[in-house]
């Protein structure tokens, strides 16, 4: 399996968390690459020395247009608009045929991701809805039918095709304006149903999990495995957490930058776990003789008093205006 992620150091540790989940997860052999979107992230993995971790630094796939659409547009958008490049440059490594899953880092996988590759098949892609719930159904509006989370596309020529047109679309305009109807790169795959015949949209319920839908659904755990409506979760999608650093003592708090609201069954069985996840990472940063202080918040402490849900797992949720999904 051949999946592919990019993050700075602000993301790192969700980018191990990725990792170690594939790593656990996995039954067959995979390969990561990640797309180093500055060298401290790439310094700290190459310290790391992790088995399935192909490094890709920035300078390796940027072309002129790329450096010309980093000038015009913030970090977090250019980000946006290097997913396309990186699947097609790891395309270009894994040769014809070949099927690249891209993952944000911000995924965790709780069962083998062979299921996607399942669900794929012989057809060209792969997508998840956002399957709103509907309190967050207006999302639709700006965030679009399908999230970018993870998506995985064959080297074929219907896949060229389609990363080539999603390429050219985010280096046109890649802007996050929730209030024009623009989530970055993500819109653009709304079209993907009419445009592409090998397109399959996936019908498994535990693909596509995040906060914007895990209300409306039914956890559980059968042995060790969390369960949603019955069947194994595949992976799910920790949009907007953050860490903060430690605080007179305290330990370092988990904050949502959106308007989410989460039961406690929800933290417990599903963000518990991340946590704990994330902090290894930050341990095995400092262990590789790095700062962990980029991938960490400020502590804000009227936020704090006001949105902690959680003490005992120093989880917070926030309720600022709408914010993009992807």
């Avoid at 892609?125 to 989370?149: L, W």
């Avoid at 592409?196 to 693909?207: C, E, R």
Wanted: include cysteine; glycine fraction near 6%.
């Amino acid at each position: 399996m051949i999946f592919c992620t990019l993050f700075n150091g602000r993301y790192l540790p969700q980018g191990l968390a990725l990792y170690r989940s594939l790593e656990a997860t996995a039954r067959a052999r995979f390969v990561l690459y990640i797309l180093c979107m500055d060298d401290f992230s790439a310094e700290a993995l190459a310290r790391l020395s992790l088995a399935n971790v192909r490094i890709v630094r920035l300078e390796q796939l940027e072309t002129d247009a790329l450096r010309t659409a980093r000038a015009n547009r913030s970090f977090g958008e250019y980000c946006w608009t290097c997913t396309a490049p990186l699947m097609m440059y790891v395309h270009n490594i894994a040769g014809p045929d070949s099927v690249v899953a891209y993952a944000d880092a911000d995924i965790r996988f709780f069962s083998d991701p062979q299921e996607i590759f399942d669900e794929l098949g012989e057809k060209t892609s792969f997508v998840h809805e956002h399957d709103f719930s509907p309190a967050y159904g207006d999302f639709q509006a700006h965030a679009g039918r399908f999230n970018v989370g993870v998506i995985a596309i064959r080297n074929n020529p219907e896949g060229r095709e389609c990363l080539d047109r999603w390429h050219r679309q985010a280096l046109a305009e890649c802007v996050m304006d929730p209030s024009g109807g623009k989530c970055g790169d993500q819109n653009y795959l709304d079209e993907w149903p009419q445009r592409y015949p090998g397109l399959v949209i996936s019908t498994n319920p535990g693909v596509g999990l995040a906060p914007w839908n895990i209300e409306k659904h039914e956890i559980s755990k059968t042995g060790e495995a969390v369960m949603v409506d019955g069947v194994p979760i595949v992976f799910y999608h920790y949009h907007s957490l953050r860490v903060w650093r430690s605080w007179f003592g305290l330990r370092a708090v988990l904050i949502a930058h959106a308007p989410y609201s989460l039961g406690t069954h929800i933290v417990r069985r599903i963000y518990a776990p991340y946590v704990a996840e994330l902090r290894r990472a930050i341990s095995d940063i400092k262990t590789a003789g790095m700062s962990a202080d980029a991938a960490l918040d400020a502590v804000n402490l009227p936020r704090l008093l006001k949105n902690l849900v959680l003490r005992r797992l120093s989880l917070s949720i926030e309720f600022p205006p709408l914010a993009g999904t992807r």
